[in-house]
């Protein structure tokens, strides 16, 4: 059974970027960039369904600039086989990206579809739900637990009001949440050995897509500044404030 990861290059979640001054984005120039956590998570579930012997082979998987090539490597030194870029300096869009990925589902026949539940640089939260939609199969989104076997995978869910665990015949896309599992440690030996995996580079033409955005960017704002807090002397003018000033009790 083959598994094809969605990897994303992001500004690394410790960077606290900048919006421009023309407010058409934020500055992403000399920025540190990282892949994107939640598919971290998906490029170690997979490697464990391939260590547990569910799966044979892990295809990570990116679109982007040339320099997702790094992002690519980091996937490939946790322990995917083999790698593709799309490449394209086109800014991309979760429909662009769900089509270029429903591309390569088709041609690798892929049986699980895993990718991160959102991307914390655009926060679309909609690339994995528009590929099931795209290959008309089943999803699991926001897994916590993924169980795979005889043809189907039972996954759990985290929902608003707790777990919700359901069956899904594969092929399936399932998105990953932050509790899914803890990936492992890059080790060296294995950096040194992602050196020597394939990374095919292909274009999205190649693929036949059309990935023109669909959606321009109007504005981009710093949220406002909030106020200073005050300290209160005391547990009564605690509770005073509560009841008469911001009258929540
Ligand atoms: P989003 O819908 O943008 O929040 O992204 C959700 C998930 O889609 C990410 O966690 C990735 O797994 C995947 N994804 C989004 N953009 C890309 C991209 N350019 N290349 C590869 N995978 C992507």
Do not use: H, W
């Not at 295809?59 to 790094?70: L, N, P, R, S, Y």
């Not at 490939?76 to 991309?92: K, M, S």
């Not at 699980?112 to 290959?135: F, P």
């Not at 076997?149 to 039972?154: L, Q, R, Y």
């Amino acid at each position: 059974m083959k598994i094809l990861v969605a990897v994303k290059r992001v500004v690394d979640y410790n960077v606290k970027v900048r919006v421009k001054s023309d407010n058409s984005g934020v500055d992403i120039a000399n920025v540190k960039m990282s892949m994107n956590p939640f598919d971290e998570i998906a490029v170690e579930e997979a490697i464990r369904l391939k260590e547990a012997g569910v799966a044979t082979e892990v295809v990570v998987v990116t679109a982007g600039v040339t320099q997702c090539q790094e992002t690519l490597r980091t996937a490939l030194a946790i322990g995917a086989d083999r790698a593709i870029l799309v490449e394209t300096e086109v800014e991309l869009q979760p429909l662009a990206v769900a089509k270029i990925l429903k591309a390569l589902a088709d041609k690798e026949e892929a049986q699980i579809l895993l990718l991160g539940k959102q991307a914390i640089d655009d926060d679309s939260n909609q690339t994995g739900q528009m590929l099931a939609s795209l290959l008309d199969i089943p999803q699991a989104t926001y897994a916590s637990k993924v169980v795979v076997a005889d043809g189907s995978a039972t996954v759990t869910r985290e929902v608003d009001g707790g777990l919700e665990t359901i069956a899904l015949a594969l092929p399936a896309v399932i998105t990953t949440d932050l509790r899914l599992n803890e990936p492992r440690y890059v080790t060296l030996p294995n950096i040194m050995k992602a050196k020597k995996k394939p990374i095919e580079i292909i274009t999205p033409e190649s693929l036949g897509v059309d990935i023109a955005p669909r959606l321009k960017t109007i504005k981009v704002e710093e949220p406002p500044k909030r106020s200073a807090g005050v300290i209160v002397a005391d547990v009564a003018a605690l509770i005073d404030k509560l009841k008469n000033e911001a009258k929540v009790i």
